[in-house]
């Protein structure tokens, strides 16, 4: 890389999208040093005027002036020239643009994208050129054109050697993607993908065709998680739902991946999530497609809202769901559904069973004391959820409970024997026994059944221990 270096991007700042912005200077700032008027009768003073003759004035690649200096957006100036123009700032100084870098700068939107003004001069790399930006830089090569590169995607470039590097020169800008808000772009050996959870991530070669032939991002193994690394014999790189490797021996590709998951469940459930939103948190490993608890929820409640995006429940002071959450997707994409249902429905008072509201959710309750479990009303939830699952594995959290009124302790222990007989006519129900771990560790719950921080690691060691055979 030339000793040239641009101003650093905000640490953690993600991918730009500049929206192409042309400046339109006007007016004269008068200076009182010149060079000799051209032809044209335009003025070249002040730094500009030292700047153009330090560069070889009119024989210089510049040319002629077309126009005088005029001010541009962000306190700086700019003035035109037969084959560039001179850009200047307080924080940058005046510098020079020519040729394809000058019209990528103007596509870009000139000072007013995210580029900035220019820090430096255009400088040769090999088999190009370069120029810095104060928002990033634009890099040119016969073969790929001029195309600027900003944010955590230059950040990975640079990392890896700029031009030099195997991705080589960008051939591309930043593209949007649909999915998770995330970013590409395209460089002469490879691409960088990014989005805020994953970062700006690598993937090239063999292993890039490999992850082409899953659908991308868009695919079965979800964005980047890490650049390629050495394994022995080979090379790999990890995706959010699994990782491809790639044997240097063979030149074989070898795809594995990991269950996708999705969580349903009421607040209770959230502990299966590491945390307490209704989207996983980011400590959240990247194998969870879908987290959702509903605080207060029971499972009323939950299966109306995957039924029907658009319900809302008549309870007083209910929260409203992520209106944005497609509960029925969710479980349709994923490998494994978690549920954690059944605390609320042993708690709450409801009507009598059958309800005429069921299974449409809690729309007009009538206090009448906790339903008896074999009344039949928690199996026929557990069959509605089982069906919703289509065969695939689901994993339910049985009850824990560490109180001391004796109906309650007595209530949580008959629905978790339910449970357990569910799985003699559901062969892929599983159950985790939550119970076992807060009767073991009762430090666990923050009080007689929410889990604390520590309770929802368990939580999560308990899940990922069922589900993947570790922790």
Known sequence: ?????????PAGAGPSDPTPQPSSPSGVTTRT????????????????????????????????????????????????????????????????????IRGQYASAGWENSPLGFPTTDEFEVRGGRGQHFQGGSIYWSPATGAHDVAGAIREEWAVLGWENSPLGFPLTSEVPLPRDGGRLQR??????????RTGARTVRGAILSAWADTGYEGGRLGYPTSDEYDVAGGRR??????????????????VSTVPRIAVIGDSITYGACGGTAQTAPATVPAATAACFGWPGSTSDEMQAFVEDQGFRSSWPGMPTPTATVDLRRAVGDSDVLVLGLGTNDALRDRAAFPTRTWPLGDTAPAPSGHVPVGNGYFDQKIDWFMGLAAGKPVYWYDLGFHGSDRATGDYFRARNERLAAATRRWPNLHVMAWSGVVAAHPAFLVDEVHPNEAGRAARWALLTSSVWGHS
């Open 187 to 196: 460089f002469s050996g490879g691409v960088v993908y990014w989005t805020a």
């Open 33 to 100: 040093s010149r060079v000799a008027a051209p032809p044209s009768g335009c003025l070249v003073t002040g730094d500009f005027g030292q700047t153009y003759a330090a560069v070889g004035g009119r024989s210089s690649a510049l040319g002629t002036c077309t126009g005088n200096e005029a001010p541009v957006n962000g306190g700086g100036a700019a003035q035109p020239f037969q084959n560039g123009s001179l850009y200047r700032s307080p924080a940058t100084g005046a510098h020079t643009l020519y040729g394809a």
């Open 237 to 254: 790189s990890d995706f959010q739902f699994g990782s491809i490797t790639w044997d240097a021996a063979t030149g074989h590709v070898g």
């Open 1 to 9: 890389m030339p000793a040239a270096t641009a101003t650093p991007a």
